[in-house]
């Protein structure tokens, strides 16, 4: 750590503040505590920008999938990711993971553990030391005359000047859960992957998931050393996806212009992505298919779900499927509806089914709900001149990747993103007081003195 310090201080020339402060509002307020928010708060104070507040709903410990909803082995993306130590190599995870386990582990590291990536996301906040309220819920974000009131659940309200949404996969809407689940199966028999499950409700039982994706295998794997007597993993296509295009859209370029491209182009290169799909991690599937009462179904998708006493049979086109517990791996819904924090905006935010019109071949209904956001992940007036405001809101959810690309809230697009996002939160500020630089460089009076040889 001592290093990183002394790294971080060598670096951070302008260190002064130089926002001028509203009574009564924070700078920055970002919604949630977890890895990116971190990259962003700290990102800010490189800039002048400390006065920000990071709220975040879950405790201490929590923030973030890795402790919560995650259940791989080993992060998906390659190892030498950079982004969240802003070029300050003493603050990365190679140097925090040669320091705790020495360089030899390193080299021989092939993904690194999520276990291990929590451990250093704690060091990184220990060390960055940005203010977060844990176990504080925003339920709302009210625009009032100077810039957003927060309301948070139990918690007494925030006002900040700018507001950056840091909350995830999920932030501009919600896990998707199938009709034809929620409509036919007690909820307290089914879950999705990416939320809280119980071990009780699935030791000793049959456990049914739907989809094919690393969130699939990875629950299928964590259900069986959980106890499960048996998973049967379903799903739609015939075969496994074996091209994943992440890896190939892992250059400069892509990642720090994606933005630059006309609409057009940034909407098609979105369609591909997802109808091009990502597949499951190799080592995520060899986990799962260690167990011999693991049993994958391809081509069966769910048609029908009948309940026969403690038994849910599924019918799929290959015959059906007996379970007790179904898992619903199934992504999620965008819909800023399903935000209430956004109730008091998402009328007037602009979404980019109000900015393009795709050719019919590449309609896809999860893009056009996204939000159309600005060169600095800014929300965007549906109508010109109706909610100035919303330029002061920054989204940095996983819908932003129709904006800036598919990578752009990733850890593998951190390198690119957060300061895009930053300097972008600075732009705004410095604009804010441009009408004060003449007056504020007039009245500078701090003079220098000189002792001058006599004969000069």
């Known amino acids: 750590m001592r290093r990183a310090e002394a790294e971080i201080a060598a670096m951070a020339y302008p260190a002064r503040g130089w926002v001028e402060p509203l009574p009564g509002f924070r700078d920055v307020a970002i919604v949630g505590g977890g890895q990116s928010a971190l990259g962003i708060a700290f990102g800010l104070k490189r800039l002048g920008i400390g006065d920000t507040l990071c709220l975040e709903r879950q405790p201490r410990g929590r923030a973030g999938p890795w402790r919560n909803y995650a259940r791989m082995a080993t992060l998906r993306t390659p190892k030498d990711l950079v982004g969240l130590e802003y070029g300050h190599a003493a603050l990365g995870y190679r140097a925090w993971h040669e320091a705790k386990f020495g360089a030899d582990s390193w080299a021989g590291l092939e993904r690194i553990a999520r276990a291990d990536w929590a451990a250093y996301l704690d060091w990184y ?116 996806p074996d091209l994943n295009p992440h890896r190939w859209a892992e250059f400069a370029g892509f990642l720090d212009h994606f933005y630059d491209l006309p609409d057009a182009l940034r909407w098609r290169l979105g369609f591909m992505f997802r109808t091009l799909d990502q597949p499951p991690t190799k080592n995520g599937v060899e986990a799962a298919q260690a167990f011999p009462n693991f049993r994958a179904h391809p081509g069966a998708d769910w048609q029908r779900i009948e309940t026969r006493g403690q038994t849910l049979r599924i019918h799929t086109p290959r015959g059906p499927v007996d379970a007790d517990y179904l898992v619903c791996a199934t992504g999620l819904a965008t819909d800023l509806a399903l935000r209430p924090e956004l109730a008091d905006l998402r009328a007037d935010i602009a ?12 309609a896809h209904a999860g893009l056009a709900a996204a939000p159309y956001l600005g060169p600095a992940f800014q929300f965007v007036e549906k109508h010109p001149s109706t909610a100035p405001w919303l330029a002061n809101i920054h989204c940095f959810a996983f819908a932003a990747s129709v904006s800036h690309g598919g990578q752009c809230t990733s850890i593998s697009g951190h390198k690119f993103s957060l300061p895009r996002l930053v300097r972008g939160i600075a732009r705004g500020f410095f604009l804010d007081q441009a009408d004060r630089l003449v007056p504020s460089l007039a009245a500078f009076d701090e003079r220098e003195t000189f002792a001058l040889s006599a004969g000069l």
Do not use: M
């Open 351 to 362: 979404l980019w089914a109000d900015r393009y019109a795709p050719p019919a071949a590449e």
């Open 125 to 240: 906040e220990t060390l960055t030391q940005p203010e977060i309220r844990y176990g504080t819920a925003v339920e709302r974000i009210v625009p009032v005359a100077g810039g957003f009131e927060l309301r948070c659940q139990g918690a007494a309200s925030v006002r900040a000047r700018r507001v950056v949404l840091a909350t995830g996969f999920e932030g501009c809407g919600a896990w998707d859960v199938p009709p034809l689940v929620k409509e036919s199966v007690d909820p307290e028999r089914y879950a999705h992957s990416n939320g809280p499950l119980d071990v009780a409700k699935i030791a000793g039982k049959r456990v049914a998931i739907l989809g094919h994706g690393a969130s699939a295998f990875d629950n299928a794997a964590w259900a069986l050393e959980a106890g499960a007597a048996s998973v049967d993993l379903c799903f739609r296509r015939r075969r496994l």
